[in-house]
């Protein structure tokens, strides 16, 4: 399959943990990123290589990667991580193809 | 810093320019792709240009977008043809990178990722 799945809506209370799967063939080869969008920004990563926070991004967020299963991880969250959360990898047939995720939207109660 | 430009209204079946404007970093080092999105919906990758000019695009606008850069402008270019209303969104430019490391084995292994994205331009496809 050439797609990443995420379930469409994910809801948490403020200050306790979410998480958010990505599943796909694909992940069994390739690395996964993670990549937050608030409404009418552009995204920001979040994550790459599976586990890896760049500098900047609070260490609430972590992510795991085993078999075809993508995990991004929000402990205990904020007001302001309210927000569309997109997995991506690369495309097992060439080099430079992307494909994402449908993206997950993450509620805080 | 990524900013792209040039989005608009435009007829079913016209065409558009869209420009990406680099700085910041050495633009001719790195390759850059086109991500749109659909209104309401997810992100979608349209097309990536290497740093020696080498494209790949999507399925979806194969044949009818085309993807340039300027390394001397520092810029990007995406020509949009034939245009349908399922062309309608926001498109992003984001900086590719190819990230090495040494891993067991002593082997190199590459992480892939956007990390810098465009705030992005709009495309209104309606007649």
């Known amino acids: 399959s050439s797609e990443l799945t995420q379930d469409p809506a994910v809801s948490v209370a403020l200050g306790q943990t979410a998480r958010i799967t990505c599943q796909g063939d694909?992940?069994?080869?390739?690395?996964t990123n993670w990549y937050q969008q608030r409404p009418g920004q552009a995204p920001v990563l979040l994550i790459y290589?599976?586990?890896n926070r760049p500098s900047g991004i609070p260490d609430r967020f972590s992510a795991s990667s085993t078999g075809n299963t993508a995990s991004l991880i929000i402990t205990g969250a904020q007001a302001e991580d309210e927000a569309d959360y997109y997995c991506?990898?690369?495309?097992?047939?060439?080099?430079?193809?992307?494909?994402f995720g449908g993206g997950t939207r993450v509620t805080v109660l | 810093q990524l900013v792209e430009s040039g989005g608009g209204l435009v007829q079913p079946g016209g065409s558009l320019r869209l420009s990406c404007a680099a700085s910041?970093?050495?633009?001719?080092?790195?390759?850059i792709s086109w991500v749109r999105q659909a209104p309401g919906e997810g992100l979608e990758w349209i097309s990536s240009?290497?740093?020696?000019?080498?494209?790949d695009y999507a399925d979806s606008v194969k044949g009818r977008f085309t993807t340039t850069r300027d390394n001397a402008r520092a810029s990007l270019f995406l020509q949009l043809n034939s245009l349908g209303v399922e062309d309608t969104g926001v498109y992003f430019c984001?900086?590719?990178?190819?990230?090495?490391?040494?891993?067991?084995?002593?082997?190199?292994?590459?992480?892939?990722?956007?990390?810098?994205w465009g705030k992005g331009t709009t495309i209104t496809v309606s007649s």
């Open positions: 991506n990898s690369r495309d097992s047939s060439a080099d430079h193809l992307w494909i």
């Open positions: 694909r992940l069994r080869n390739y690395y």
């Open positions: 290589g599976d586990s």
């Open positions: 910041g970093f050495t633009f001719d080092n790195y390759t």
């Open positions: 240009i290497s740093s020696g000019g080498g494209v």
């Open positions: 984001a900086r590719d990178v190819k990230h090495s490391w040494l891993g067991p084995g002593g082997y190199y292994y590459f992480y892939f990722y956007m990390d810098v």
